[in-house]
C-alpha cells in the first residue's frame, strides 16, 4: 500500500488560525513531526499523539525522519510553521521523494506570514507583492540584494521574512539602505509585526529611513509599501486602483 | 458603540480550507457581504445568514454597503475568495474607514490561491517569489510589463492571478513573451492549477514556452518557477536551497 505523509501548513501558531483539513490531517497522523518550538505551540491541541521534533539546521534530517516513518507503515503528519510551501519542508520533501518508493505526498497549505501579518497592519500586500527572506543560510547575500533591487525597481510591495537574529543584527539596515539605494523614497510607508497571531503581537508602522533603525528578530515580519502606500493611524495601506 | 466589520478571507471556498478564526466571524455575523460567485460557494455552510451581493465592478459599492449596514447596528462580514488582503477588499475598506466615524476594521486573513496553488504542483513558490495579477482593469498595462520584467530580472518564483478572461484571451501569451524577452529561458519550469479546492481541480506543469499557448480562465492561477526550478513527475518544485 502507497504510504502518503502529510506536509501540513499549521498558520502562525493559534489553532484558530489552522485550517480543517490541516487541523483533520495531523489528527489522523499517528506520529506528527517537525521543529521544536513548532511543535512546542500545537502540542497542546493533539495531547494524545507523538511527537517528533529536530532542531533548526537539521531540516533534512527531520526530512528523512518523516520518509523512515512512513516506510514503517506509520501515518505521518510534518508540519511547518506558516505555509508548508512558503520557506519550508515541501520543496526538500519533493527532492528527497525520489529516493524512497512507495512514498507518496500530499501538501496542506496554512496561512504564511506575509498574509497573517498583513490583516494586522491593514492592507500592505493588497496589489502586487514580493515575498523575500533576508536569510543569508541557504542564498548567497547578493542573490538577496538583487532581488531587493529588483522588487524595488518593479515598485512591489514587500513581505520581509527572516529580517534579523541575533547573528544578523543589520540585515534589515542593510536591505532598507539598497533599497534607498536603488531608489526607494525615504518616506515609504513600511511597517512590522512580531508575534502575529501569538501572545503579545506587536504591529508597528514606520518610514523605510525609520525602519533602518529598528530592532528585529525572528519572529519579525517586515512589510515594506510600494509607492504609493499610505499609513492611516496606525495601519499600512497599499491600494488596489478603485476609484473611491 | 464602536462597530467592527470583519473582513474575512474565506479560502479556496470549501470550508475545510478556511480557518476557524474565518468561520467564527461569519457565524458571529448577522450579514454576510460579498461577491455573487464567492457567496454562492459559502451560503450553504450557513443555511441561516442573511447574505447580500454586489456584482463584479461594484466593489466600492459593496464595501459602502457593509459600512452602511455597520451604522445600522448589524455585524457584518464581508467575504473574499482566499485572502481578505490580496487583491481584496482590505484596502478599499481602509480606504473609505475615515468616511464612516464609530466604525473599525478586523481582517481575518485566509489561503489565497497562491498557498492552495502551490500546495496542488507540489512547492512551486519554496523560494523568494512574486504575485502578480494580469488583470489592467486597475493597473496600467506597462506596471504589469515592468514587475513582470522585474520578477525575471531578481530570478523569483512567480504566481500570477487573473492569467486571462474571456476579454483578455492573449494576457498570458504575451506575459510569457515578456518573460522570455526579459532573459527567461524557454524551459523554464512552470504550471497552473485551475478551480483549485473546488469540484474539478485540474493541474498541470509546462515549459515557460509550452505556457504561451495554453488556455486559462479567471479561475486558473499560473506559477512560474525561478530559473532553477524543476519538474518532477508532474510537480513543479523550487528548491530552498538545503544540502539534499
Known sequence: MRKEICIVGMGPGDITMMTKEAEN????????????????????YFPEKEFLTTPMREEVK??????????????????????????????PMYELLPEYEGVSL??????????SGAAVLGAP??????????????????????????AIAGDFAMAI???????????LKHACEIM?????????????????????????VCTLEELKDREVDMFTTVFIGNSQSIMQDGK??????YQI
Not at 502586487?128 to 536569510?135: A, E, G, R
Not at 534607498?180 to 508597528?204: F, P, S
Not at 499600512?236 to 486602483?241: A, P
Request: net charge positive; charged share 25%.
Open 125 to 150: 500586500l493588497n496589489h502586487d507583492f514580493c515575498v523575500i527572506s533576508l536569510s543569508d543560510l541557504l542564498t548567497p547575500w547578493e542573490q538577496i540584494e538583487k532581488r531587493l533591487r529588483a
Open 62 to 91: 527531520r526530512c528523512r525522519l518523516c520518509f523512515d516513518l512512513a516506510k514503517e507503515g506509520k501515518n505521518v503528519a510534518l508540519i511547518c510553521s506558516g505555509d508548508a510551501g512558503v520557506y519550508g519542508m515541501a520543496a
Open 236 to 241: 499600512l495601506v497599499t491600494k488596489r486602483g
Open 161 to 171: 521574512y527572516n529580517p534579523g537574529s541575533h547573528t544578523r543584527k543589520d540585515y
Open 106 to 115: 500530499r501538501v496542506v497549505p496554512g496561512i504564511t506570514a506575509a498574509n
Open 25 to 44: 490531517a495531523l489528527q489522523d497522523s499517528d506520529v506528527i513531526v517537525g521543529y521544536t518550538v513548532y511543535v512546542d505551540l500545537v502540542k497542546k
Open 180 to 204: 534607498l539605494d536603488e531608489g526607494a523614497d525615504k518616506n515609504r510607508a513600511c511597517g512590522y509585526v512580531r508575534a502575529i497571531g501569538r501572545e503579545g503581537t506587536k504591529a508597528q
